[in-house]
C-alpha cells in the first residue's frame, strides 16, 4: 500500500530534485504540491514546481499557490544561491506546463486532500512553514488526518543565512514556532546539520546526467547553486537539502534520529529564526524526532538509483 504524500515547497534546486524523488518512488503516492514564497517570489515558485512536475510527466498532480509572505514579519531577502528564477537561472529550459495552478489556495488544497486520503497523509515542508501554520491554525480538526510532518529545516549547531538560523526557518520563524512547538504533530526534522552532510559530488551530478534526458535537464538547473555550494563546502558538490528529507518520507528509519524539545527563537536581533535545541533532554515523549545521522553512502546512492530509474521510465 503506497503512503499519499503531499509536499510543500518553494523551488528551489534542491526542491527540484526532491520532487523528482517523490515521483520516482513507488512507497508513495503525490497526491499533492502546494507552493509557498521562499527561493524566489511565490509567482515563480508556483511556476516552477508546474514546470517540473511538466517534466516528470506528473500535471496530474495538483499545484496550489500558498503564502506570499510571512505570518507576521516581512522577509528581509530571498535566496540568491537559486539564481534569479530559482533554477540557475535555467527555469525556461524545461517544459512549458499545460496546466496552471489550482483554483484552490494551498491552505484549502491541502485541506480538500487531507480531508479526501483514505488513509492519513505523509506531509512534506521543504519551504518555510508559512502554509503548514496556517492549515494547522485554521483546520485543527485535521491533525488527526497527517500521519507525519517530514520538515527540512534549521540547523542544531548553526545556520546558513545566520551564524545560527537557517533559512526556512529564518523566513519565518513565527510559522517555524507554531509548527515545532506549539502543535502536537509527529515532525520528523531534518536539519542543515545532517543536510549538508549528505551533499552530492559533481561526478555524482554528472552520473545522474548521464542516465536520461529527465536526469539531464534536473543537473543542467545547478549551475548557480553549485557554484555557491563550491564555496561552502569547499569541493565540487553541492547540497540536496530538500531530497533528504523527502527519502526519510519515502523510507521512514532511512535518517537516524533523536528525539528533544526544541523552540525557535522569535525575537529580533543575532538569534532570530535560530532552532534551539534542548540536548539535555533525550526522551519518547513530547519533543521532535531530530535527524543526526544516516549512512551518507548508501543514502546519497538511494538518490541516485531512485533519479536514474524515473529517467527510464521517461
Known amino acids: 500500500m503506497t503512503t499519499p504524500l503531499i509536499i510543500d515547497t518553494d523551488p528551489g534546486v534542491d526542491d527540484a530534485f526532491a520532487l523528482a524523488l517523490a515521483v520516482a518512488s513507488p512507497e508513495v503516492d503525490l497526491i499533492g504540491v502546494t507552493t509557498v514564497f521562499g527561493n524566489v517570489s511565490p509567482e515563480l515558485t508556483t511556476r516552477n514546481a508546474l514546470r517540473l512536475l511538466a517534466l516528470l510527466g506528473r500535471e496530474d498532480v495538483p499545484v496550489a499557490a500558498g503564502a506570499a509572505r ?68 485554521a483546520h485543527p480538526h485535521l491533525k488527526e488526518r497527517i500521519a507525519r510532518l517530514v520538515i527540512m529545516g ?23 514556532r507554531r509548527v515545532l512547538v506549539e502543535e502536537d504533530v509527529p515532525v520528523t526534522l531534518v536539519p542543515m546539520d545532517l543536510t549538508r552532510r549528505c551533499a552530492v559530488s559533481a561526478a555524482w551530478l554528472a552520473e545522474l546526467a548521464g542516465t536520461s534526458a529527465v536526469g539531464a535537464k534536473l543537473v543542467g538547473l545547478t549551475p548557480d547553486y553549485l557554484a ?76 541516485l538509483d531512485r533519479l536514474s530509474a524515473l529517467g527510464v521510465r521517461q
Open 154 to 176: 534549521g540547523g542544531v549547531r548553526g545556520g546558513n543565512i545566520t551564524a545560527v538560523a537557517e533559512f526556512n526557518l529564518w523566513s519565518d520563524p513565527e510559522a517555524a
Open 70 to 137: 510571512p505570518l507576521v514579519h516581512p522577509q528581509p531577502h530571498v535566496s540568491r544561491a537559486h539564481g534569479g528564477d530559482g533554477l540557475s537561472g535555467h527555469a525556461d529550459t524545461l517544459p512549458e506546463p499545460t496546466r496552471g495552478p489550482d483554483d484552490r489556495d494551498a491552505v484549502t488544497l491541502l485541506k480538500d486532500l487531507l480531508e479526501a486520503a483514505d488513509s492519513p497523509v505523509t506531509v512534506v515542508p521543504i519551504g518555510p512553514l508559512t502554509n503548514i501554520a496556517l492549515l494547522l491554525a
Open 228 to 303: 555557491t555550494y563550491r564555496r561552502f563546502l569547499g569541493w565540487d558538490g553541492m547540497a540536496l537539502h530538500d531530497a533528504v528529507a523527502v527519502a526519510e518520507a519515502v523510507r521512514p528509519g532511512l535518517l537516524e534520529v533523536r528525539r528533544h524539545p526544541v523552540d525557535v527563537e522569535c525575537a529580533f536581533g543575532p538569534g532570530r529564526g535560530g532552532l534551539l535545541v534542548d540536548e539535555r533532554l533525550e526522551h519518547q515523549g513530547s519533543g521532535v524526532d531530530i535527524a543526526v545521522d544516516a549512512d551518507l553512502d548508501g543514502l546519497r546512492a538511494f538518490i
